[in-house]
């Protein structure tokens, strides 16, 4: 398992874990073909690389966890979805990874939601320009940057991703 350097606890990259093990699980029990990413392909935002029946051919995905809102909150939620439009070095973030579909794991749900990549980034590149914000509690709709680094982040809620196309399984 990857630990980010600024993952200081490995909190982030144990819950990241978590929901990977399960969706392979989900994998496995629905006869899907597939392989876990390189690390090579996990820094270009992939954890998964499956065949596509109906495409005919391997699509990549990147699975995202439930987070907090605040380094400081002491549980994960549900109702927000942090989006990262640039990472801490100030390249692109994973809105523009090499991944086909993103999958996020909705906890009180119990589900995963799929959406394409490039539908996410759109929607969000229309619906964050509420300006700019020193504080992560109000980068709803607004553009975060944690002091001393070069990331570029929003909050969005879990409902936009309803938005665009999407689906949902368990």
């Known amino acids: 398992m990857y ?12 819950r ?11 994998l496995v029990a629905n006869g899907k073909n597939y392989r876990k990413a390189t690390l090579e392909e996990q820094f270009a935002h992939i954890d998964f690389v499956i065949w596509s029946e109906p495409q005919q051919k391997e699509i990549t995905v990147d699975l995202k966890a439930p987070k907090k809102v605040s380094r400081g909150n002491s549980w994960t939620q549900d109702e927000f979805i942090w989006v990262e439009f640039k990472n801490v070095q100030g ?3 994973w809105l523009y990874g090499k991944n086909d579909y993103l999958i996020f794991y909705k906890k009180d749900e119990d589900l995963f ?3 394409k990549t490039s539908d996410l980034a759109k929607l969000c590149e229309m619906i964050c320009c509420k300006g700019r914000t020193e504080n992560a509690k109000d980068a709803l709709y607004k553009r975060y940057t944690r002091k001393g680094r070069y990331d570029e982040l929003s909050l969005i809620k879990f409902e936009d991703l309803k938005k665009i196309e999407h689906y949902s399984f368990r």
Do not use: K
């Open 3 to 14: 630990i980010n350097q600024y993952d200081r606890t490995g909190e982030c990259g144990i």
């Open 16 to 26: 990241g874990q978590v929901v990977e093990d399960m969706f392979e699980s989900w």
């Open 91 to 93: 390249l692109n973030g």
């Open 113 to 115: 939601y799929c959406v």
